[in-house]
């Protein structure tokens, strides 16, 4: 027999945000490189690599200091006042006027398809329980990992420990499309002193035609525009490599914006990088690779660009 999960409608959902330091502590429990310096805190992304303990995470320039002696490199984003000290800037895609965002300021296409997956039988509710991931997630992250390839799945062990800390960590928002008892894809996403982060996305190919994808991420947005706590929301670095990506993005109302920073990086690693790896440099620092940024069409389809999305989340 079919379980009843009753799970609450994602309009009940209850939006907790996080301070700076909780986000700190937090990361440093999970087994992340985090130190405060100069009253801040940074996170070391790589071996000598530092970033601000969240992108959107605003510094003076004073502020901005080598976190440690063996330090290859550092960026932090400034606040606005600050930009005539920037060096170079964060390329991201975000939505900046978190209170006006609804359907009505979308792309017709993207309109349509929130209006075709609202006939479906498929409801945007909130996880507040970890039973549906015990039952039913690790299927749908393979089954989405398959797919996207771009990663190997956790071992079940790790991903239901991970899955269930989500759930039952109030400063974390897990969404899902569920059809009936059936999980379809999932979202999970968090709040930090009003920057929002997007972070977890998988959806099962089956729910690939119900626009899904494009419902879970309207969705989400939604519910961070209702809280009030919100004052941008994040999809990720910019990916112009893959215009597909980036069209999707827009589609959804997500526009690149660059964040002014400090950035610094040891000269001949800077030229390294620069020279081997332009969209990485160009992510870090700002600076778009030499001839210009050239497009490259996406063979995805929305709901593989939306894991992308994912994938510029983590860096």
């Given at each position: 027999m079919s379980p009843h999960y009753n799970y609450p409608d994602a309009s009940k959902a209850v939006v907790v945000p996080l301070s700076e330091e909780q986000l700190a502590r937090r990361l440093s429990s999970e087994g992340g490189k985090v130190r405060m310096v100069h009253g801040r805190y940074w996170l070391e992304v790589l071996p000598g690599l530092y970033d601000g303990v969240h992108w959107l995470s605003r510094h003076t320039a004073e502020e901005v200091r080598k976190p440690a002696?063996?330090?290859w490199g550092y960026r932090a984003a400034l606040h606005h006042t600050e930009s005539d000290g920037a060096n170079g800037a964060i390329p991201m895609?975000?939505?900046?006027d978190v209170e006006a965002y609804d359907i009505s300021g979308l792309p017709s296409r993207t309109r349509r398809e929130l209006r075709q997956f609202q006939?479906?039988?498929?409801?945007?509710?909130?996880?507040n329980r970890p039973e549906v991931f015990r039952d039913q997630g690790y299927e749908v992250m393979c089954s989405w990992l398959a797919r996207t390839r771009h990663r190997t799945a956790a071992p079940v062990k790790r991903y239901l420990a991970d899955a269930e800390r989500n759930v039952l960590d109030p400063t974390r928002l897990v969404l899902a499309g569920m059809a009936g008892d059936k999980l379809l894809g999932y979202s999970t996403s968090w709040v930090v002193e009003g920057s929002v982060y997007i972070w977890e996305f998988h959806v099962s190919p089956e729910a690939f035609p119900l626009h899904l994808s494009?419902?879970?991420w309207f969705e989400t947005a939604q519910v961070y525009r209702r809280s009030g706590v919100a004052r941008e929301i994040c999809a990720g670095l910019a990916m112009p490599e893959k215009e597909g990506l980036t069209s999707y993005k827009n589609r959804l109302g997500f526009q690149l914006v660059r964040i002014p920073t400090r950035v610094w990086l040891l000269r001949l690693l800077s030229t390294y990088i620069r020279s081997r790896h332009p969209y990485q440099y160009y992510r870090?620092?700002?600076?778009?690779p030499r001839g210009g940024i050239d497009g490259e069409s996406s063979p995805h389809s929305e709901v593989d660009q939306a894991d992308e999305s994912r994938q510029a989340c983590n860096g």
């Open positions: 002696s063996l330090c895609h975000l939505i900046t006939r479906n039988d498929v409801r945007i509710v909130h996880i494009t419902a879970l870090f620092t700002g600076e778009e």
